[in-house]
C-alpha cells in the first residue's frame, strides 16, 4: 500500500499546485490513498467549505487540521456534516466535528486518520498521548492502515509521540512549523515517522507569508496584516510504503517498509 501524506496547503498557490500536480502523482507513483493538511488553505488562515470541496476533488480524501481550524468561522457548520475534514481528537470535546476518520482505500484496505494537536507553545488541549490511547482503543481489528498526524510546534514533542506510537500505527508525521526535516525512518516496530512534513506553498515568503512584513514585525513588534506570498511554491509530502506481505505490528496494523520525502516545484 502507498499512501501520500501533503504538508500544510498554504492559500491560493499550495492549493494550485495540488491541482496541477497531484493526479499525476497519484498515477507515477500507483498511490492508494492521499492525506493532506489544509488548515492554511484559505488566506493562509483556516479553511472554507468552498475549499475543502475544492481540495476533495483534486483528489485528497481526508484533510487534518490545527490551531486554525475554527479561523474561518463558516467551518462550524460545515465540520460536523463532513468526516473527512477532521480537527485535531484533543480539542474541547463540545467542538465540533471530529479527530478520527475511518474509511477505505483505493487498493480496498481499510484505513484510519487520527489528528493530534501538541501543547507546547500552542493553545490548551487535552494531553494528546492519552486522547491517542483512547481514540485508537475505537478502532476495529479490520483497519490495517493508521496515520496520526501531530500539528505541533516542538520537536520534541513529536518525537516523544512517535515513539510513544511505535508499532501501533503504521505513520506518524508531524505538521505545524512550515519547515520539512530531514529524519524520516521507520521506527524499529514499524512505524513511519517524521517530525514535520514541511509546507505546500510560496517558498520565497516566511512559512508562506510574504516576507516583507514580517521581517518588519520582528524589528518593530508592531501589529500587521500577513499575506501569502507567491514565489517559488512547492509542494512538499512524504511517500509511506507499507509491507503488506510481511508480519503486523503489535496492535494488528500494517507495519511501514519505507517513507521518503518528496518536494514538487510548479513547472
Known amino acids: 500500500m502507498r499512501v501520500l501524506f501533503i504538508g500544510d496547503i498554504v492559500g491560493s498557490p499550495g492549493r494550485q499546485i495540488v491541482r496541477d500536480r497531484l493526479a499525476d502523482l497519484v498515477e507515477h507513483h500507483h498511490i492508494d490513498l492521499v492525506i493532506a493538511n489544509g488548515e492554511n488553505s484559505a488566506s493562509g488562515f483556516g479553511i472554507t467549505p468552498r475549499i475543502a470541496q475544492d481540495l476533495f476533488q483534486s483528489g485528497i480524501e481526508v484533510l487534518t487540521g490545527g490551531n486554525h481550524s475554527w479561523d474561518r468561522k463558516e467551518i462550524l457548520d460545515y465540520i460536523p456534516h463532513e468526516p473527512r475534514l477532521l480537527r485535531p481528537a484533543n480539542f474541547a470535546e463540545s467542538n465540533p466535528g471530529s479527530g478520527l476518520y475511518v474509511g477505505s482505500a483505493r487498493n480496498g484496505e481499510k484505513f484510519a486518520v487520527l489528528n493530534l494537536q501538541g501543547r507546547i507553545f500552542l493553545p490548551p488541549s487535552e494531553d494528546p498521548f492519552k486522547k491517542a490511547d483512547g481514540e485508537l482503543a475505537k478502532l476495529s481489528p479490520d483497519v490495517g492502515f493508521v496515520l496520526v498526524d501531530v500539528h505541533a510546534e516542538t520537536t520534541s514533542e513529536k518525537i516523544a509521540l512517535g515513539w510513544y506510537l511505535d508499532g501501533r500505527v503504521t505513520a506518524v508525521v508531524g ?93
Open 175 to 267: 505538521t505545524h512549523t512550515h519547515v520539512a526535516t530531514a529524519d524520516e525512518r521507520v521506527l524499529p516496530n514499524g512505524t513511519a515517522y517524521i517530525t514535520d512534513v514541511g509546507m505546500t506553498g510560496p517558498h520565497e515568503g516566511i512559512i508562506g507569508m510574504e516576507r516583507t512584513t514580517i521581517i518588519k514585525k520582528f524589528i518593530d513588534g508592531l501589529p500587521a496584516r500577513f499575506e501569502v506570498a507567491t514565489g517559488d511554491v512547492q509542494m512538499n509530502a512524504v511517500l509511506i510504503e507499507t509491507d503488506d506481505s510481511g508480519p503486523r505490528n503489535q496492535a494488528g496494523r500494517l507495519r511501514a517498509q519505507s517513507i521518503a520525502r518528496l518536494r514538487l516545484r510548479c513547472d
